[in-house]
């Protein structure tokens, strides 16, 4: 009986998680908008970036919105990106993995992690930039955990930076650019928050996405080889699956590697 009022009040948390992530990722969403042009993120309110008319309270209910109006702008009928709803449902759906799988603290950390990791990885999708602001809002957040809230020694958090770092910074001059500054300095912030250890899985993940991403892209014809594709959302998609099954995927590796 216990037991399921306290699976009940779950149920209940998760859905309320779920809900409070649909308006983060609202949020989100104006953050990909105005961060690479250099706007505030506060001032003005939402607005149509077509007619420029101020949104509704109404138009201001994350998904809901946008299947009511039909994905147009009442003002001036400019079609809504589908960036929109994807971002407010997946930063929802992220947040309720992760109250899955952390409690406490632990939640609200991962929860602000991976909010900046969403606004990096549509705004590298469309701008094929990582700004450095945001970089140094996980770099805070990192040496924040580290400091009060530690789950690894500074030695493991500290060689993770400097492999992640070094190791970018050669695969850049290498590839002449094929890797940009902001990989290198997303990648030194991931390898202090994950330690090297992880990072190394990280990186296996994030290599292994892009090589699939990029030939299907080619084979398809949908890029050349000489057009670049994006980094950052292989390196956030591949943090993402560490945080939530990375001890389950080493363990399956060790297991069958026979280490
Ligand atoms: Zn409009």
């Given at each position: 009986m216990l037991t399921d009022l306290n699976w009940k009040g779950r149920c209940a948390k998760m859905i309320l998680v779920f809900v409070v992530g649909l308006f983060i990722g609202s949020f989100l969403n104006v953050c990909i908008c105005r961060i690479p042009n250099g706007e505030s993120i506060v001032f003005p309110s939402s607005h149509c970036p077509g007619c420029g008319r101020s949104l509704t309270p109404w138009e201001l209910i994350p998904v809901i919105s946008f299947i009511i109006q039909g994905c147009r702008c009442k003002g001036c009928n400019r079609q809504i990106s589908w960036r929109y709803p994807v971002?407010?449902?997946?930063?929802?759906?992220?947040?309720?993995?992760?109250?899955?799988?952390?409690?406490?603290?632990?939640?609200?950390?991962?929860?602000?992690?991976?909010?900046?990791?969403?606004?990096?990885?549509?705004?590298?999708?469309?701008?094929?930039?990582?700004?450095?602001?945001?970089?140094?809002?996980?770099?805070?957040?990192?040496?924040?955990?580290?400091?009060?809230?530690?789950?690894?020694?500074?030695?493991?958090?500290?060689?993770?930076?400097?492999?992640?770092?070094?190791?970018?910074?050669?695969?850049?001059?290498?590839?002449?650019?094929?890797?940009?500054?902001?990989?290198?300095?997303?990648?030194?912030?991931?390898?202090?928050?994950?330690g090297w250890a992880s990072l190394l899985l990280v990186l296996f993940l994030a290599f292994l996405g892009g090589g699939l991403v990029g030939g299907i892209l080619l084979l398809t014809g949908l890029k050349k080889r000489k057009d670049g594709i994006a980094f950052g959302p292989f390196l956030v998609l591949a943090s993402f699956i560490v945080t939530m099954w990375g001890k389950q995927l080493l363990g399956w590796y060790i297991g069958i590697s026979g280490l």
């Open positions: 971002v407010e449902l997946l930063t929802a759906a992220v947040f309720a993995a992760i109250f899955t799988r952390f409690s406490g603290i632990d939640f609200y950390i991962h929860v602000l992690f991976y909010g900046v990791m969403i606004v990096i990885l549509f705004i590298d999708l469309e701008n094929q930039i990582i700004p450095n602001s945001l970089v140094l809002l996980l770099l805070g957040l990192s040496l924040l955990v580290q400091l009060f809230w530690p789950v690894q020694p500074w030695t493991t958090a500290l060689l993770g930076g400097l492999l992640g770092g070094s190791l970018f910074l050669l695969l850049a001059i290498v590839s002449r650019g094929g890797m940009g500054g902001g990989d290198i300095k997303l990648v030194t912030v991931l390898g202090f928050w994950f």
